[in-house]
T-cell receptor, first 119, second 116 residues
Framework: AQTVTQSQPEMSVQEAETVTLSCTYD???????LFWYKQPPSRQMILVIR??????QNATENRFSVNFQKAAKSFSLKISDSQLGDTAMYFC????????????????FGQGTTLQVKP | DAGVTQSPTHLIKTRGQQVTLRCSPK?????VSWYQQALGQGPQFIFQ???????QRGNFPDRFSGHQFPNYSSELNVNALLLGDSALYLC???????????????FGEGSWLTVV
C-alpha cells in the first residue's frame, strides 16, 4: 500500500520570502503521479502542481516548483515570493499509474501542512 | 464552464440518521469520486463511480454507499450515522482513468456534515 507523509504540521514565512514544504512517500510502483494541492479556508482543494514520476525534470508553475527525488521518494514544494494569498493548508498526494498515460483516479493524501504567510 | 458543484454546503444530523450528499461533476467529466476529510486531516478516498457503477472503493464500511446517474451526477449516502462520520465530504470529478486526460482531478467545495 502507498503512504504519503508530511512531517511539518505548520510552517510560516514572511511575505516575499521563499518556503519549502516537505513530502515523502512510500510505494513499490514505478509509474505514478505526485501532486501538491492547496486548500484555503474556503475548503476547495485546488491543484497547485503535478509531477509525472517518469519525467526527470522537476515541474514548475510560476512561483511554485518541486524538487522530485525518485530514489529517495521525496517530493518537496518550493514557493517563491510568498504572497498573503498563499496562506492555506497544503497537501501532497500520490496517484498510481495503470499503464500508458492513464491512472487509477484514486488520490492518496498526506496529513497536510498549514502554511501562514505573514505580512 | 461550471466546475464541480456539491450540495448541501452544511448540514447537521443526529446519530443513527441517514444522509444524502449530492455532486455534479465538471462539464464533460464522466467519473466521480468521493473523499472524507476529518478536521485537520488529509482526505480519505471513499469510492469512485463511472458508468453508474462503483469502480473502486476505499476502506469504508457498507454504511457508505453511492450512486451515479446517467447525467454523471452522483450521490453519497451514509446510513446509521456515527459521531465519527462528522467531516467534510469532498466530491472530485475527472475523465475515467484509462483516458489520456484522466489524470487531472477537480474538487468541489465540499459538504460539511456534523453528527450530534
Amino acid at each position: 500500500a502507498q503512504t504519503v507523509t508530511q512531517s511539518q504540521p505548520e510552517m510560516s514565512v514572511q511575505e516575499a520570502e521563499t518556503v519549502t514544504l516537505s513530502c515523502t512517500y512510500d510505494t513499490s510502483e514505478n509509474n505514478y503521479y505526485l501532486f501538491w494541492y492547496k486548500q484555503p479556508p474556503s475548503r476547495q482543494m485546488i491543484l497547485v502542481i503535478r509531477q509525472e514520476a517518469y519525467k526527470q525534470q522537476n515541474a514548475t508553475e510560476n512561483r511554485f516548483s518541486v524538487n522530485f527525488q525518485k530514489a529517495a521518494k521525496s517530493f518537496s514544494l518550493k514557493i517563491s515570493d510568498s504572497q498573503l494569498g498563499d496562506t492555506a493548508m497544503y497537501f501532497c498526494a500520490f496517484m498510481k499509474h495503470v499503464g500508458g498515460s492513464s491512472n487509477t483516479g484514486k488520490l492518496i493524501f498526506g496529513q497536510g501542512t498549514t502554511l501562514q504567510v505573514k505580512p | 464552464d461550471a466546475g464541480v458543484t456539491q450540495s448541501p454546503t452544511h448540514l447537521i444530523k443526529t446519530r443513527g440518521q441517514q444522509v444524502t450528499l449530492r455532486c455534479s461533476p465538471k462539464s464533460g467529466h464522466d467519473t466521480v469520486s468521493w473523499y472524507q476529510q476529518a478536521l485537520g486531516q488529509g482526505p480519505q478516498f471513499i469510492f469512485q463511480y463511472y458508468e453508474e457503477e462503483e469502480r473502486q472503493r476505499g476502506n469504508f464500511p457498507d454504511r457508505f454507499s453511492g450512486h451515479q446517474f446517467p447525467n454523471y451526477s452522483s450521490e453519497l449516502n451514509v446510513n446509521a450515522l456515527l459521531l465519527g462520520d462528522s467531516a467534510l465530504y469532498l466530491c472530485a470529478s475527472s475523465f475515467f482513468p484509462g483516458q489520456s486526460s484522466g489524470n487531472t482531478i477537480y474538487f468541489g467545495e465540499g459538504s460539511w456534515l456534523t453528527v450530534v
